[in-house]
């Protein structure tokens, strides 16, 4: 598997405009609910438990989409710990 490279990712510049659309994306990886919840707005203390079952996509590509979140969010001087509540995309047809 490709690993991203999160010294890359910094010198992006991705802004603090992109966290909304990166945590949607996080979220919809982790296949919604409490886990993608806790990985959208808290990806500092993210961590697949073992008893989750099947996932949408594999682990490492969870783990890897939230790290960029948190390098994001450290990088424009968020907290990882404690990121905006996740926006609401409601009807528009992710789900």
């Known amino acids: 598997m490709y690993k ?6 910094k010198e992006s510049g991705f802004k603090a405009e992109s966290i909304p659309n990166m945590q ?8 919604g ?9 808290q990806p500092a203390n993210f961590y697949i ?3 989750v079952g099947r996932l949408p996509y594999g682990k490492k590509e969870i783990y890897q989409a939230v790290e960029t979140l948190k390098t994001i969010a450290e990088v424009n001087g ?4 404690n990121l905006p509540f996740l926006p609401s995309f ?3 047809g992710v789900f």
């Open 78 to 81: 968020l907290n990882a710990h």
């Open 24 to 31: 949607i994306v996080v979220y919809v990886m982790c296949g």
């Open 33 to 41: 609910g409490f886990l993608g919840r806790l990985a959208a707005e």
């Open 49 to 51: 438990d073992d008893r």
């Open 90 to 92: 409601h009807n528009m």
């Open 4 to 9: 991203l490279d999160q010294e890359k990712v």
